[in-house]
């Protein structure tokens, strides 16, 4: 987790309220109010999976805390739980509808060749439909994360980098035109 959270330049925002680890500000990633191009680094953990109740399971509880008094360390890590937010969405559109609005703002507060860091799980959706969504985006660097375990996914952290409008090298690396989905 956090190594240096506790500086001047770092920002951590989340909407979630009831994280064990309080972020400095709560932010929609939809709509920050952050000024343009304001930003050089986004680091961007979205919910992965949809469909979930909050606070059912160890891994759909936000607070160590409140956790641990409903079911004990059941991590084999002895790990908090990992939450993700699997409860905010209903659907696969609403969650890419989600990540669509999100990098549409991460392009609007970043500076020229600003890097968006995408972290994602295929538990839901595979990443080369979540990467059509992000336009115009470069994909720098992608690298695979894998995770022992029985129900083991494919993780990935993702480096984006903002490319100007009509950037030749975006248009190449972008999959395909990105919209956001309606319902």
Not at 85 to 96: F, P
Not at 177 to 183: A, H, L, P, Q
Request: with cysteine; glycine share 4%.
């Amino acid at each position: 987790m956090w190594i240096t959270k506790d500086h001047p330049y770092v920002l951590f925002g989340d909407i979630e309220e009831d994280l064990t680890v309080r972020p400095d500000e709560f932010i929609d990633s939809r709509d920050t109010g952050l000024p343009d191009e304001s930003k050089v680094l986004i680091i961007f953990d979205p919910p992965h999976e949809v469909n979930h109740q909050k606070n059912k399971g160890y891994m759909t509880t936000p607070n160590y805390e409140v956790a641990l008094r409903k079911w004990g360390k059941k991590s084999i890590w002895n790990a908090p739980p990992s939450y993700y937010g699997a409860d905010k969405y209903k659907s696969k559109k609403e969650l890419k509808n989600y990540i669509y609005d999100s990098q549409k703002e991460f392009y609007r507060i970043l500076k020229p060749a600003g890097i968006v860091f995408l972290k994602w799980s295929e538990r839901c959706i595979p990443l080369k439909d979540i990467l059509k969504l992000f336009r115009p985006w470069l994909v720098m660097l992608k690298i695979p994360v894998h995770k022992p375990g029985p129900k083991q996914t494919d993780t990935y952290w993702v480096m984006l980098m903002k490319a100007p409008e009509g950037d030749p090298q975006a248009e190449l690396t972008s999959f395909s035109k990105s919209k956001r989905i309606e319902t």
